[in-house]
Every structure is written in structure tokens, then in C-alpha cells.
DNA sequence: TTGAAATTGAAAGTCGATTTCATTTAGAAA
DNA sequence: TTTCTAAATGAAATCGACTTTCAATTTCAA
């Protein structure tokens, strides 16, 4: 890792290693709270915004990428070989992905068609996952039980 | 309107006029600020927060939504029977819209399988649209002309 | 006409993202 | 190894879009 980033003008540090380390180790849909969170616990002399920079420079060099959601929040998402979706839980914030490998193939055709360069694709299904709708299916019960 | 919005108890008021008719002119993907410019072109008393409320409102009666493109500005993009995704020109920020009703499909199926109960879908592409590229080819060729 | 509830405009507040700046450090060059 | 310059760091300040507060005004049902 130390000779990938001198290969592109960056230099290695303690700090560096270690959020580097810890955002592989989190995994998916990392928000620089929870990374600062992890890596704090870690070494509690790093700073906020040294987090910060290192997340987005794991971006620079191609390792992750930002994912918005729309609710205010920045998750960072490593870049794996396979292209997946996100279906977000409205509920419970969870995120999960599912493959989208065809439909990706369609959405660049029709790119194509409009002579538009894709760069990047975004799938995302927002709801209620299972767990939440048997929480509130329960809720409800609750309530007739209460009438 | 007027009816319409009593029923679901909110009044009418001259701003609110304004700025619906103003949403509704603009068209697709419309911010705040672009929303906020119009109005205030024909009524220069009025506020921007005033803008804001009336177009969450809008969105809180079902007639717009909001749409986020991780660029830090969230547009409203009015509903409409035809589902639809977005081309969106890193370059000029320009956003097409294309149909995905067969997509949109294979999304409901795909959240069924994994009992997530959908509300909405999200389908983008991020690239370059075809002005931005020719630009930017004309661009290289100019700087190839310097030689 | 009247009064409660909704609406407005200006200003302040919120909050995540980003930048500034003085200091420290990495690592290439001598 | 020592030196030196650009990069990196941490704390704090700033940014900017979004959201709320509050006093004054307006709507509209009774």
C-alpha cells in the first residue's frame, strides 16, 4: 500500500495507515463518524479532519466511493469488482446490496442510445426491510389487542 | 388549488399561489434557489424561507419529490405517472431523464425476493453528455494545434 | 365580524462537509 | 546520515444548504 501511494505522489503515515486499515476492515457504507469512531478507539490523538482527508483520498487513488442517500449523510463504499445496488431501509437506516450486473448492461445501452458517457451507475430501491415490517405488523396486532 | 389544498388543511395565500404556479412553470428538477430566483422576480417582497416551506408543502401533498445527486443540492422534481431515471452531466450538471418502466420491474422483483417492501426507486447515470464531450474533444484538438 | 390556527419574512440556528493555519513529519536528494 | 521541501496532521474556524424560531400578519370557518 505504502509504494501504491508513492507510485502516486502521496506519502505514508501512522495515521494513514491505520484509517486505511480500519475503513477495509469496516467495510461497506462507511460514514466518517463511524470510521472516526473506530479509529479513535485506536489511537485517540487522530484527529476529525485527518479522518476525513484519508477517506476521501482512499476515493482519489479508486479504492471507494461516495454513496448519497439523501439523508445528509456521506457513506463511503468500497469499489469491488461487482456492481450491486442498495436497497435502503426508510426504517432502520440498514443497507443492502443486491447484484445488478444485466441491469447495468441496460442502463449503458441506453446511455449509448443518448450518446451520453456513463461513468458511474446508481441503483437504489428504498422501503421497509423484513425486519421492520414484522415490528410494525406486531405493533398493530398490539393495538387491537389494546381496543 | 385552493379546494384542494383545504381539504387537506392548509390555506391559500397569495405567496402560495405564486410559488406553486412558479414550480410548476419551471419544470423538472427544480432547487430551491432557482425556485427562490423566479418568485422573487415577480413578487420581490417575498422570503426565501417562505419558497422552502411551499416547496416542501408541495412535496408533503404528493405533487413533487425530492431528488438527490450527491451534489449537495437537492432538487424537486414534480410527479408524474411515468416513472423515470436520470443522466446526469458531471460537467455541466445537466439532467436528462429517460423511461425505465421495465427496469423499475425487475426492481420490485428483485426487492421481493428479499421480502423489502419498495416505496420508491432511484436508477442514475453519471457521465458526460454528448455537448460536454465534444467540447472537451474540441478542447484536445485545439491543445494538439498548439504543438 | 371575530378569533383560532395557519402563514409569512427576517433572522438565527443546525449540522455535516470543507478549509485554514501553524506545526510536524516523510522521504528524496545531497 | 543529514538536510530540506513538500506533504500531512490536529485544532479550530468556516462554509453553505437546510431548517427552525418568533413576532407580526393573514386566512377563513364559525
Redesign the interface.
Known sequence: MKEFLRTKGFKMTPQREMIFRSFFELGEHVSVDELYDKVRSLDHSIGYSTVWRNLKLICKVGLAE?V???DGI?RYDRVTKIPH?H?F??TCKKL?E?PVDQ?VG??AE??GE?????????????????DC?NKSEEEIESEEDNV
Open positions: 461516495e448519497n442517500l439523501g456521506t445496488g436497497l431501509c426508510l443492502e443486491f441491469l441496460v442502463l441506453t446511455a443518448r450518446d451520453f458517457t456513463p461513468e458511474s451507475f446508481k441503483i437504489e430501491i428504498k422501503g421497509i426491510c423484513k415490517l
